[in-house]
């Protein structure tokens, strides 16, 4: 689809921003899987040598939270946030495209609040030279801060996303309000499945 010029320098920082956020959530991929084979090692330590590495558990859980942080912005960029459209999609589409517009407005709100909050918890952790009640002593300020930068980066690409939206929607793009912050159709989601399926298959067959 075919967007009027002055969307195009917007369109552009948003092409970069997803793909940023893929690294990220390619790294929190990485990540997560680090931590399911440090907790393997440990379950077989324990059982089969008689000794633990001690931390496991902790690791895992700075793991489990940063990357989730860091999934965020990649999971609005795609429309994968669960949303009720029970109702929605028997709504005209101009209304539909405002709710659209509303809840992203929203998300944008309740993530500026939860981010401010967490600055305060890093925060407090810096002064206070917090560090885990465990073994490790982990200076808190650490993981808490790479979750802060994810829930901060999140906060960056919702405030790009509902400016280009509220901008298409001054100018009575409709079309692409609903792309940038609609809900994602069936069509679009089989879309999706079928390009997945053939590059599974295109891969397996080189």
């Known amino acids: ?4 010029h002055h969307f195009s320098f917007l369109g ?18 990485a990540l997560t899987l680090a931590s399911v084979l440090l907790i393997s090692f440990d379950v077989l330590a324990r059982k089969f040598l ?15 939270a940063i990357s989730t942080s860091w999934a965020l912005a990649f999971a609005t960029l795609q429309r994968a946030n669960v949303r009720v459209d029970v109702l929605y999609q028997y709504l005209p589409v101009r209304l ?10 929203g998300l944008g ?9 967490a600055m305060d918890v890093v925060g407090a952790s810096w002064l206070q030279n917090s560090t885990a009640n465990t073994t490790m002593a982990t200076p808190l300020w650490i ?4 979750w802060l930068l994810g829930l901060g980066w ?39 499945e079928a390009a997945t399926g053939a ?3 295109n891969g397996a067959a080189a």
């Open 1 to 4: 689809m075919t967007h009027p």
């Open 12 to 29: 552009r920082l948003s092409r970069l921003a997803e793909s940023f956020s893929l690294g990220a959530v390619w790294a929190g991929g």
């Open 50 to 64: 008689g000794f633990n590495t001690g931390g496991a558990d902790e690791l895992s859980s700075y793991a489990f």
């Open 96 to 105: 539909s495209a405002v709710l659209d517009w509303l809840s992203l407005v």
């Open 109 to 117: 709100v309740f993530m500026v609040v939860l981010t401010w909050y």
């Open 143 to 146: 993981p808490q801060g790479l």
């Open 154 to 192: 999140m906060c960056v690409v919702v405030a790009l996303m509902l400016v280009r939206a509220s901008l298409a929607f001054v100018t009575g793009d409709i079309e692409l309000v609903k792309e940038i912050c609609g809900v994602r159709t069936a069509q679009e989601e089989a879309e999706e």
């Open 199 to 201: 590059r599974i298959v």
